[in-house]
């Protein structure tokens, strides 16, 4: 059961107080995309073993959405963000580097 | 026989007696006895019956190990079944019973089982009995199920109390043997909060029993006395008798309470224990593992270990003569205590061509024949040991010698407990030259921090030896302190490592079946798996047959499975199925180590999580008023609404039929408070509103309300409710009873991750407000009663909102209609909602003042067609498809779902789409019936082309009627399709409008 710092309200959070919610920077795709931009946006998700980017909510806690960034392969927790991110801020970058000096970033 | 001593016993207390019954049998034993030393003592060597072939099974080992006794204790709703003897104290009064005995212990049928082993080879679940089909349903099934299976259920609730605490720790010691207990004062040196958790009732582990010292002290002197050191420490926490059960992500760990064997009343007998520790010390030791060799299985053949444990704990005897066979130097510290206890040891069998060491040396002087190189060819007697006979390890079994003895402690080295290391993913390292799997302190499991979160410590890093099993606890400890604990690790503890004295040790030699060149006879008798009845021949066969992945092979023979998880089995298992292929062990590997440790009663995970607190229960402002008027409740989430209020001996039917006329004909109530309300206030408000909804509620006039629609990304239906617009900025958005906090959660993703810079705000105001619905045609009449607004149909239109004061209390009336009839919901604030009914109530008294419940709103809704959000959809239902284009904005350019609802296949004409039924006779379609259609499909089944989604009989039209979504329905008027119901009629409906009541809505408009 994961522990995750709520930025928000700066909570360690029990994932039991947390609600998934997938993978975290997609973009949204509405009228006018085609099928292929629509369909990814709608089912295409990044499973990957090692880094990942989720979104998560404080859901019995503050309520308020925040972003995960974390191995799914050693359970490390590199940083937690503010869910107003449109991609993961430079200081989540370094941590991850800081920790995985090969990364080569979000594929 | 086993006997209990004239003396010693360092565990039982012999000025307490204890009663208590085995099989119906009055026993006495000794405080401090376990159910099993107790059963011993009084000669119960026979305590078993094995799972498959019924075997007599006596004690084989002395704590969680145990695979064959496993009793049933307990009588009525306090029995609980495959309690391990080994590990339950004896206490006054248990009432013990075996299992797997049926008819009885000393005779039963499954032996014939075993007589005809022949038919119940590896992997007979899935070929010996499937066919031919009947003699499985008819003959085999019925005589396995009696005759096998571990335990029976409870059949009446738990009568015992649970509770359940969190606990934090920078360092969570799981074992209080000698390593552990050297952990945690290491850890607990440096400040830091330290629990550690014994799973037994004792402290020290082994080390008593096995007459080590501790610095200079007596090892059992050396635990007194760093016992009353910890307890002395603010900062440790020691809890005995707690099982740690699992290792979770991040460090989160469960662990087991026993608080008492038989509680008294209101005193709740287990706890369990939900940890969050920064560093894990697994220090839970190691499990002595048993030779194969024929009739190992036999009772009176013991782990070596455990006939030590009896004999200095609880002074049993297993028999007066006690035969060692063994490939280690460990087994003859056994010897050694049955000598001191004035027992016989005829003969030590060590499958190593020699055995020079200090202990064998100890033993040979005190003139016990020690013989090397030889084994146990088998085990002579049937319910119990007779004698054993002799070979030599490096042959084929050709007996030499025939040795009579009543018990056999065996020893095939020692195993680290590596399940805590392993639940989180824990990697394990082969040890060659003591045959083991250790943990590999280079792949630990990780916590958040990417360090490692457990640290195995003592035996169960592989420190099998004292001296280094308390070198290694102290250092696991300080590093714990270090890594996990807040002090600086200068702070750390420098204090050098308790050091033990005990005998040097002789390497061990592996031996994996006894002789080494035994054949398949002898194969056939030796047990891996006791609990699951797994053999050398059954793991040999399952290779031959292919089954070469440990896991597979688990699974096809069943070894290591069920309560045991492979305790004793696991590597003698791998061992031979690896001789079996030809592959190194390591090449194997093993199964994969899963929580609990052992068993935990279902209860202590439940807590006090059960009957009437199991969930919250969310009651309307009006709960009670219905409650004492009889209401019929239906659960909606977790809220309880009445379904009907049934008057005099009514039954339901009738109830919802007086209902449903009252509405139409005069005036019914409604309590509605359950019903979404968030509010939506803020400059962006009415553009967020355009997004959410399918149609426009920006261009909602103030004190106007107008009906939405939500939809999912995908484009299919997720809620619906009525929109009021309370000022230029806010909006209260209405939603489905069990939809409110699911759509306000999904209007805060929109806001927090999508649109984070709209000015919007929403609060949920669902239990702020009772609403209550007063529907009819003397609706207006009722309000009148009441007075303060004028509710005129000038004044209040249809589809509007006021605000004012009803009769003294401060409301706001919305004019909507989910029945088609004249209806006000008035919302007042929730305090005073029960006194807004009462007055009501009283107000409608000379129109017959009805109550009704969801079923009549429901039966009412579904008269006029109006759809219900998980009947008429199921998340792949699109407003489309409901008819409901005219609440769609064509000219938005965009809101969610319209991307989705663009797709082809959602546009594509064949689509299923709701319409009315009405059954040709007049009677009620079953609910969820199919509309079937010419032809089959490729599984042979017949094509349908729809189904029922609402379906009730309409006391208004005095017949049933439905709706459905039936293909291409509303191009299909008129004709007429099949439904085949469950008992094969087929009922034909015509497809018709979805409206069966006042088409027009005329009554509504007045
Ligand atoms: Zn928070």
Redesign the pocket.
Known sequence: MLTLT?P??G?A?DETELAPGGEAHLKRFGPGASDDDFEAYMFARANPKGIHFERWR?AY??G?WFLAARCTATLEVFATYPAQSAAPPEAVLAAIRARRPGWEGRS | MSTRLATGGRLIDRTRPLGFSFDGARLRGYAGDTLASALLANDRMLVGRSFKYHRPRGILASGAEEPNALLGLGTGARFEPNVRATQQPLFEGATATSQNAWPSLAFDIGILNDLAARLLPAGFYYKTFIHPRPFWKHLFEPVIRRAAGLGRAPREADADRYEQLYAFADVLVAGGGVAGIAAALAAAATGARVILAEQTAHWGGRAPVDGDRIDGQAAAEWVAAALARLGAMPNVTLLPRTMVAGVYDHGYVLAEETLADDPAPGHARRRLWRIRARRIIAATGAIERPLAFAGNDRPGVMLASAVRDYVVNWAVSPGDRTVIVTNNDDAYRTALALLDAGLAVPAILDARPEATGALPAALRARGVRVEAGRAVARVLGRGRVRAVQTCLQAGEGAVIDEIPCEAVAMSGGWSPVVHLWSHCGGKLRWDEGRAMFAPDPARPPTGADGAAMVIAAGAASGALHATDCLRDGHEAGRRAAAEGGSMPPEAASPAEAPHAEAPAEAPLMPVWRMPQGAGVRLAAKMWLDFQNDVKVSDVELAAREGYQSVEHAKRYTTLGMATDQGKTSNINGLAVLAGAIDAPIPAVGTTTFRPPYTPVVIGTLAGEARGAVFQPLRRTPIHGWHEARGAHWEPVGQWRRPYCFPQGGESHADAVRREVLAVRNAVGLLDASTLGKILVKGPDAGRFLDMLYTGVMSTLPVGKCRYGLMCNENGFLSDDGVVARLSEDTFLCHTTSGGADRIHGWMEDWLQCEWWDWKVYTANLTEQYAQIAVVGPKARAVLEGLGGIDVSAEAFPFMAWVEGTLGGIPARIYRISFSGELSYEIAVPAARGLELWERLMDAAAPHGATPYGTEALHVLRAEKGFIMIGDETDGTVTPQDLNLGWAISKKKADYLGKRGQERSFLTHPDRWRLVGLETLDGSVLPDGAYAVAEGTNANGQRNTQGRVTSTYFSPTLGRGIAMGLIARGPERMGEVVGFPTLDGRVVQARICDPVFYDKAGEKQNV
């Open positions: 709520c928000n309200c909570v959070a404080h806690g503050c308020k």
